[in-house]
């Protein structure tokens, strides 16, 4: 079965980067789709980035300009690069995966496959 896991988490005071990975295990095929979410304090869990098997990214605007989504699908790893952090983006973050041939949006309804998360802290 598909299994996600996150690390790179940790605190940071704001401005800082903090780099994301997600290990990917289990799928036959390098048909699926990724995304990373992310769920604060006292708030509801929230799309960040997502990338399609077809190389589409997209981003909340929260984070454009200052994120990036990545992938090495030869290692089976995704990323987030999350530079000039805020204060705001202190939240657990969750990798998310579907099967998918083209591209999946920031709902995450849209992703069965989740990992356990990786607390990010900003102060």
């Known amino acids: 079965h598909v299994q996600l896991v996150e690390s790179g988490g940790g605190s940071v005071q704001a401005g800082q980067s903090l780099r994301l990975s997600c290990a990917v295990s289990g799928y036959t095929n390098s048909y699926y789709c990724m995304a990373w979410f992310r769920q604060g304090p006292g708030k509801r869990r929230e799309g960040v980035a997502t990338l399609g098997n077809d190389g589409s990214i997209d981003y909340a605007n929260s984070v454009k300009g200052r994120f990036t989504i990545s992938q090495d699908k030869a290692k089976h790893m995704l990323y987030l690069q999350m530079d000039s952090l805020r204060t705001e983006g202190t939240a657990m973050y969750y990798c998310?995966?579907?099967?998918?041939?083209?591209?999946?949006?920031?709902?995450?309804?849209?992703?069965?496959?989740w990992g356990q998360g990786t607390q990010v802290t900003v102060s």
């Open positions: 998310a995966s579907d099967p998918c041939s083209t591209f999946r949006g920031l709902g995450q309804d849209e992703y069965d496959y």
